[in-house]
């Protein structure tokens, strides 16, 4: 008759087959186990069981809330004559651009001038204006008793001569009325335009 030997110390085969496995299996086990119970926690709002049961009821049963209308009420802000009704310094007002306005006043014609003194007064803009379109090159001054000469746009010219201007298809003749040490005076009708040396040298 065969007789079968037991031993009571050896441990069942679940026993054996968790001690098979090596720490790193088992730690990564533990770990997704800790992450489900995370991972449920989260998609139950923290609440399981009964309590979580509740409180998905309380939630379907709750009323809607509607927001109240916003109302806005409009307030009049007090205004002090003199204060707030005007500008102290009106950055956009002609009346602060000088050079602005003198340009703009030499170019106005108004409506109530009649068309020789609109003629004129753009006649007088341009003699003017000739101080910045020529160049006084440079001045001449004679001895023994020689006349002083200018050179203007390279035309020498000595007083009482003409030198002729074109403005568009307008001609003017002026005249060099005055040759002074660094200056001309242009003269035409009653305008005079006055040019200035750059670089005032003077030639013996």
Known sequence: MTRLAYNKNRPPAAGRSLQSLSPKTIA??????????????VLTNGKTGPSAAQASQTTDHAPAQTAA???ITPVVLPVIAGRHDTLKSDFFSLDNWGEFNQTTAAR??????????RLALRHKTFIEGLSKT???DAILHGTDGAPARACINGNVLTQGQTLTVKNNTETFEVTVSEIGEYQV????????????????????
């Open 108 to 117: 106005q014609t108004p409506s109530d001038l009649s068309e020789q003194e």
């Open 28 to 41: 990564a086990i533990a770990l997704m186990a800790v992450m489900g119970l995370l991972w449920l926690r």
């Open 185 to 204: 005076v242009l003269t035409w009708n009653e305008w005079n335009a006055v040019l200035n040396m750059t670089q005032p040298e003077r030639v013996d």
């Open 69 to 71: 209308p916003l109302k």
């Open 134 to 136: 020529l160049n006084l």
